[in-house]
């Protein structure tokens, strides 16, 4: 073999040694990246999602036992009539369209809706389900002790199947009187409700005839839609607890009318007893026993605006907004307004915008404790014009001029409870609450075409010594024990208080 042969061939092996060890190389860098040991960059373009606070919705509302998820529940009127127009839940899905928008399918009308977004569509395709990890919470009856307490958890519960991650549940306290606030309430929210009922002593019968009558003879939507549970001190428990089930299948006669109405007050057992009324108690107990992720903690004479569950979960499915994607705990305010007796609540911001320059609506505590619930930025809330959706309008704290602020929002139940030695009568009951959430630097996020309206009639201040007192030593009882507790177990911030 010649020397020019064996130069050829040994170059042309070092060649071939060279190719295979790029080839080597290309394949070890290519499986390298996409390995387990590497981490992938985020794919959304915002920083990465809070999978206790944010999600994409996929379904609104529920759908009822027994049933598909396109099922509406069927009906009847409120003294047996059909009515079923009353009782059609939205079944709100959404989907991408072939222009790489989203769509947003009104399931009960048969009709679309598209929806901008600037999000890719990879990230619009994701459902509340895959954003939000929840557990499930059982419907079960079941009774505890909750310090004095006796508690009836789901004692009466709704009859449609939520899963957490579907809606939102208003979670309120009430004793049987003020009942007459759960229809109206009801036709605004229609998604789940989660009420804890104060009946002591012999008012459990009535608050039991108070639960049958709603019923049995108010909007099907309360038996689909509202869980009631019942507590009681144990000072003061009822002669007899007949079993959740029998009181289910309970009918009632509804020619007696309800059960709230020409009440005497001065001969209810809470009154005749002189016992506080254990706001705090009730508010916790409805809070933590929603079936829902989101909750919103308010009191059963707030009224909401129309359709809200659809459009915050809508809100929080587009997630355009980088106020979401803060790493701060967040709630979502609601502003909060009152109206005349002679006037409806407004159905959306443009009437309540109306009725505010007509001065027949007015913020809320105007005329007993404007700081209370004095919202950062009021003013230009309110002279905003009203959007498609819903947004957060401003990301206020609950500090400087705010300090003593009372908010209602829809949060979780990842947030500070009430505290539970706190009365009605005393008043202060959410601001030890409110002072954890400053301390733990919550933010605010106003929510813009959202709000709350109290049931007609505008407050007025009333002169009550009895009251005046209680209040006195509850914030007693608030500087002296409970504010040096808070500042142990959550700390102290500046420009916190209670």
């Known amino acids: 073999m010649s020397m020019f042969s064996i130069l050829r061939r040994n170059w042309a092996l070092r060649v071939s040694v060279v190719l295979n060890i790029c080839v080597l190389l290309y394949v070890c860098a290519h499986f390298g990246s996409s390995g387990p040991w590497i981490e992938e960059p985020p794919t959304n373009w915002a920083a990465p999602l809070q999978s206790d606070t944010f999600g994409a919705v996929e379904l609104v509302n529920g759908t009822q036992k027994g049933a598909t998820s396109s099922a509406l529940p069927a009906t009847k009127g409120a003294h047996g009539a059909n009515a079923t127009s009353l009782a059609r839940t939205r079944l709100l899905t959404t989907r991408p369209s072939p222009e790489g928008k989203l769509e947003t399918v009104d399931n009960s009308r048969g009709r679309n809706q598209t929806v901008n977004s600037s999000l890719p569509s ?107 549970h019942v507590f009681f001190s144990s000072k003061h428990v009822p002669k007899v607890v007949p079993p959740s089930e029998k009181v289910m299948s ?53 009224y909401p605006s129309p359709n809200l569950p659809a459009k915050f979960l809508e809100m929080i499915r587009r997630r355009d907004q980088l106020s979401l994607y803060k790493p701060n705990p967040k709630v979502f305010v609601l502003s909060i307004f009152e109206v005349d007796e002679k006037s409806q609540p407004p159905n959306n911001k443009t009437q309540l915008a109306q009725m505010l320059k007509a001065g027949t ?22 002279e905003a014009p009203e959007t498609e959706g819903l947004h957060v309008f401003h990301v206020g704290k609950r500090t400087g001029s705010f300090v003593h602020w009372e908010p209602i929002f829809i949060g979780t139940n990842h947030d500070p409870l009430y505290d539970e030695r706190l009365s009605w009568e005393g008043k202060s009951d959410k ?10 630097d919550y933010d605010f996020l106003i929510l813009d075409n959202a709000f709350l309206i109290h049931r007609p009639g505008i407050k007025i ?8 007192m209680l209040t006195a030593k509850t914030n007693a009882l608030i500087k002296k024990i409970i504010v040096p507790e808070l500042k142990i177990l959550y700390g102290t911030r500046k420009g916190c208080a209670v």
């Open 361 to 382: 609506a007015i913020p809320f505590h105007k005329k007993l404790c404007s700081s209370c619930h004095n919202v950062p930025r009021s003013k230009e809330w309110q």
């Open 250 to 302: 309970d009918t009632y006669n509804c020619s007696l009318g309800p059960p709230w109405v020409n009440v005497t007050f001065s001969k209810m057992y809470k009154n005749e007893k002189k016992l506080l009324y254990p706001v705090n108690v009730g508010r916790n107990i409805a809070r933590e026993s929603a079936p829902t992720h989101y909750v919103c903690a308010s009191d059963i004479e707030l």
């Open 431 to 440: 601001m030890t609450q409110g002072y954890a959430l400053c301390v733990l």
């Open 122 to 228: 990879a990230r619009s395709t994701m459902s509340l389900k895959e954003a939000i990890l929840c557990n499930e919470k059982s419907l079960n009856p079941r009774r505890a002790q909750r310090g004095d307490y006796w508690v009836l958890y789901n004692y009466v519960p709704m009859s449609m199947a939520v899963r957490c991650w579907e809606s939102v549940t208003y979670t309120t306290h009430a004793d049987y009187t003020f009942l007459d606030n759960l229809e109206p309430l009801l036709e605004r929210w229609r998604a789940p409700i989660s009420i804890a009922m104060h009946a002591p002593g012999t008012d459990f019968a009535a608050t039991l005839d108070a639960i049958k009558y709603s019923r049995n003879c108010g909007s099907p939507l309360i038996s689909q839609l509202v869980t009631f």
């Open 461 to 468: 201040f009333k002169k009550d010594p009895h009251r005046e």
